[in-house]
C-alpha cells in the first residue's frame, strides 16, 4: 500500500499544473497519536496567483479514489500560511461511518513547521500532528 501511495503522491506532484506562483509543500507529519486519519505524509500544492489549493495524503488516496482533494487558503502572512480541506463520507477500518472529517494544516516559515489538525464531525475527537517540510515551486 505504501508503494501504491508513493507513487501516487509522485504522479501528483508531477502532474498538477503550476504556475510560477505555486509552492508545493511536501511534508513528513509524525501524528501525537497513532490515528489512521492524520496524514503522515502530506503534499499541499498551493498557487499563489489563483489561492488554488490541492491536498493529497494516505486517506485521500485510498477513500477518494487516488485523486488529488481540493483545499482551501486558510490566511497566508508574515507569519503562517494555512489551508483547510473536508472529506466527506468516510468509513473506518472498523466500519464506523464518519460523515465528515474538517482538517487543518499551518506551515509557520520560520520554523519550517507544518502542524495538521483533523476534526471528526459529530465526534469530541481531535487528531493532530506536527512535521518539517521540503517546499518546491
Known amino acids: 500500500m505504501k508503494k501504491h501511495f508513493a507513487k501516487a503522491v509522485l504522479a501528483t506532484a508531477l502532474l498538477l499544473p503550476t504556475a510560477s506562483f505555486a509552492d508545493v509543500y511536501t511534508c513528513k507529519i509524525v501524528p501525537?497519536?497513532?490515528?489512521?486519519?492524520?496524514?503522515?505524509?502530506?503534499?499541499?500544492?498551493?498557487?499563489?496567483?489563483?489561492a488554488s489549493v490541492v491536498v493529497m495524503d494516505h486517506v485521500i488516496y485510498e477513500h477518494k479514489n487516488g485523486k488529488p482533494h481540493k483545499g482551501k487558503l486558510k490566511a497566508?502572512?508574515?507569519?503562517?500560511?494555512?489551508?483547510?480541506?473536508?472529506?466527506?463520507?468516510?468509513?473506518?477500518?472498523?466500519?464506523?461511518?464518519?460523515p465528515e472529517f474538517k482538517y487543518t494544516a499551518s506551515f509557520i516559515k520560520k520554523k519550517n513547521l507544518m502542524t495538521v489538525t483533523a476534526r471528526p464531525t459529530g465526534y469530541p475527537d481531535v487528531f493532530t500532528?506536527?512535521?518539517?517540510?521540503?517546499?518546491s515551486k
Open 32 to 50: 501525537r497519536e497513532d490515528a489512521y486519519w492524520m496524514p503522515r505524509d502530506l503534499l499541499i500544492d498551493y498557487d499563489k496567483s489563483t
Open 76 to 98: 497566508d502572512n508574515a507569519k503562517r500560511v494555512s489551508f483547510t480541506w473536508v472529506l466527506k463520507g468516510l468509513e473506518s477500518s472498523r466500519n464506523q461511518f464518519v
Open 129 to 135: 500532528g506536527r512535521g518539517k517540510c521540503q517546499i
